[in-house]
């Protein structure tokens, strides 16, 4: 089975951040679940770079607009491996390829009657790069996004029949409850085009910096339209000399931040008809990320965190699992270093970690290395009977924090486990040798369980212990408990996520 996964496309004209980087994890966590379950994953990320507010941004500069996407774009793309993502490609709408690919799809929306030129006069956030409807603006002609005030725009533009798209929409809604996830974000996405849509303008006459329309030139598109339409461009030119939009398309997932809710759930379907190409299986709309005071992250307030100086300390995965597993994905969270920091020392360090280190010792004290071959123990792997079903279920539903917490509750499980047996105990009495083979086997066979369910959210110090417990494979179909463990041997192993002092 293909499986489709993209991130929104960032804005060149601001600095990698926590935001991009949450949006990105929990990608790269659904990518390689996928991937582990032996699919065929294609996982896309990328930059958007034209429109207003880059154009302005270079401006200020004193750069071309593409100068400043060269430079911006690196900056993202070099984020990628830092956050050790897995992303098969990386788009960027300044690409020849894209560009083309966008004019002839919409090129297509035009040919299919579904555009008209008319004049268009609205409040404009040159932030947003979008109009603001007067119900959403804040007192004083104010963006409510970005506060900032909002500039008069009048124009002549081509414009898309969204509203015509009215009946089509609600139809997909009605008949694809889960086309919108989670629920409430469906349910906003429904209301919202049952309030009645209006056209939105397509071009834009004034600006440069974009992909240029195809039947008149002196336009350019609405960096939104070009945007968008990456999801469907990337498919042709990712690989050179083949085309994977017959294999992937359409994408199984679109994760995104509420913040571009409408852009994804009405017009991108939307457009997508008026292209009469399918439209996605799901897109997920996650919450934000707040300072730890609950408020908006903002340099002004300093609650900021910064996902360079966690992955300075903390190294990358425990940004992963911090991102993963303090905020509930699908709903808002705040986050700060004082949480990071005791989730770190808390469950990193002395759950995952410890456990870790104590059951390597304990076979290479106790038994010289070599797991012992022999029964697990029947009642604690009747606590892992189904766990990897529930937890693929839940990642299939793009539930990457209550799958984490479900593989969380096992890591627990061990460490209660370790104390129950006391395995120093059995050691000291060589009657309880048998005992002491079985508890040993059993812990390792769980570290192993759940080093390959905690694979996608920590992927590189699950593999490392899966190595140094001799067991290096991640494949889903060995996630699960075996009745007879053992036979390996292992290595010491360097703390996976040292105390800090
Ligand atoms: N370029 C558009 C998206 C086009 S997609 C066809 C854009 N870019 S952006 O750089 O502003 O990135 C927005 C995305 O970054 C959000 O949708 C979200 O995925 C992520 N986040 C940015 N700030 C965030 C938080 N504070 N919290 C959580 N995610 C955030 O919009």
Redesign the pocket.
């Known amino acids: 089975m293909s499986f489709y996964v993209t991130?929104?496309?960032?804005?060149v004209n601001?600095q990698p951040?926590?935001?991009?980087a949450?949006?990105t994890i929990a990608v790269d966590v659904l990518a390689r679940h996928m991937r582990q379950r032996g699919e065929d994953v294609f996982f896309l990320t990328g930059t958007?770079e034209h429109g207003e507010p880059v154009a302005d941004a270079a401006r200020a500069q004193g750069l071309q607009p593409k100068d400043l996407a060269d430079r911006n774009a690196e900056r993202f793309k070099a984020l990628m491996p830092r956050l050790n993502a897995s992303n098969d490609f990386f788009i960027r709408t300044s690409d020849e390829e894209h560009k083309v690919r966008v004019q002839a799809v919409l090129q297509r929306v035009h040919d299919n009657g579904h555009t008209y030129k008319g004049l268009y006069e609205g409040w404009y956030c040159p932030r947003c790069a979008d109009f603001k409807v007067e119900n959403e603006i804040l007192e004083g002609n104010r963006c409510p996004i970005h506060e900032i005030p909002l500039e008069r725009h009048k124009e002549e533009n081509w414009f898309f029949r969204l509203s015509t798209f009215q009946e089509p929409l609600e139809r997909l809604y009605a008949d694809r409850p889960d086309f919108v996830m989670p629920a409430h974000h469906f349910n906003e996405a429904r209301s919202f085009i049952g309030s009645g849509l209006q056209d939105v303008s397509l071009t834009r006459a004034r600006l440069q910096w974009g992909v240029s329309v195809p039947w008149d030139p002196g336009h350019v598109f609405y960096v939104?339209f070009d945007?968008?339409l990456?999801?469907y461009t990337a498919l042709g030119y990712a690989r050179p000399g083949e085309d994977l939009t017959e294999r992937f398309w359409p994408a199984n997932y679109h994760i995104?931040?509420k913040?571009?809710l409408k852009?994804h759930t009405v017009f991108w379907p939307a457009l997508l008809m008026a292209a009469e190409l399918p439209v996605p299986h799901h897109v997920f709309v996650?919450?934000?990320?707040l300072g730890a005071d609950g408020r908006k992250?903002s340099k002004s307030l300093g609650n900021v965190l910064d996902p360079f100086e966690v992955m300075a300390e903390y190294g990358t995965d425990a940004l992963r699992f911090y991102l993963m597993r303090d905020v509930a994905f699908g709903g808002d969270g705040a986050v700060g270093m004082d949480s990071v920091r005791s989730r770190y020392d808390t469950e990193l360090a002395n759950e995952y970690g410890n456990l870790a280190s104590r059951t390597i010792a304990m076979v290479l004290r106790y038994r010289d290395g070599m797991i012992p071959r022999t029964d697990t123990d029947a009642v604690l792997a009747r606590e892992f009977d189904g766990l990897a079903t529930r937890v693929s279920a839940l990642l299939d539903r793009a539930e990457a924090t209550q799958a984490l917490e479900l593989i969380w509750q096992r890591v627990r499980r061990l460490n209660r486990y370790v104390e129950e047996r006391a395995p120093w105990q059995l050691a000291k009495d060589p009657g309880a040798a048998g005992a002491l083979d079985q508890t040993l086997a059993s812990l390792a066979e769980g570290l192993r369980v759940i080093s390959v369910l905690l694979h996608p959210y920590m992927p590189s110090s699950t593999q490392r212990l899966l190595d140094a417990l001799g067991v290096p494979q991640v494949a889903f179909n060995g996630a699960d408990f075996a009745g007879q463990g053992g036979g390996g041997s292992v290595v010491a192993l360097e703390p996976l996520f040292p105390k800090r002092v």
Request: proline fraction near 4%; aromatic fraction near 24%.
């Open positions: 991130t929104p496309i960032y804005y601001a951040h926590l935001g991009h949450y949006t958007d939104w945007a968008l990456n999801y995104i931040g913040d571009i852009f996650h919450g934000f990320l992250m």
